[in-house]
């Protein structure tokens, strides 16, 4: 009676002793299962933040190559705009240098037709004497 007694508790603390060991591998694969989940997870993490950096540089790039272009351009604009205020200022120094050309040629002119007038004047006198 004690012997199947003993029997029946040593089995009892077998069949518990293997619902424990199974009890615990289950734990241990789903802890295993959540590493490996865990593991994929900061994989994409680290994938998203590569992907991040990439991104960051590039914009910081094109916005530098933009700046740059701008300020090509700017530069470009500037040296245009001087250009132009150089030959507006040399077009209204030629322009004054014409008008005053032109003003003296006029006061010749004048000079030169009263010369011719009081020559023809004197011209007629000699005939009206002679």
């Given at each position: ?105 006029a006061s010749e002119l004048e000079k030169k ?18």
């Open positions: 009676d004690t012997r199947s007694e003993l029997e029946e508790a040593k089995k009892k603390h077998e069949d518990s002793a293997k619902e424990a060991s199974e009890d615990m591998q289950r734990k241990d694969d789903q802890a295993k299962a959540k590493e490996a989940e865990l593991d994929g997870l900061k994989q994409k993490l680290g994938e998203l933040e590569a992907k991040s950096r990439d991104a960051k540089d590039l914009a910081k790039k094109q916005e530098q190559k933009l700046a740059e272009e701008l300020q090509a351009k700017q530069e470009e604009l500037a040296s245009k705009e001087m250009e132009l205020a150089a030959k507006g200022s040399s077009a209204i120094e030629e322009k004054e240098r014409l008008e005053g050309e032109l003003s003296s040629k037709e009263q010369d011719m007038s009081s020559l023809q004047k004197r011209l007629e006198e000699e005939k009206r004497e002679k």
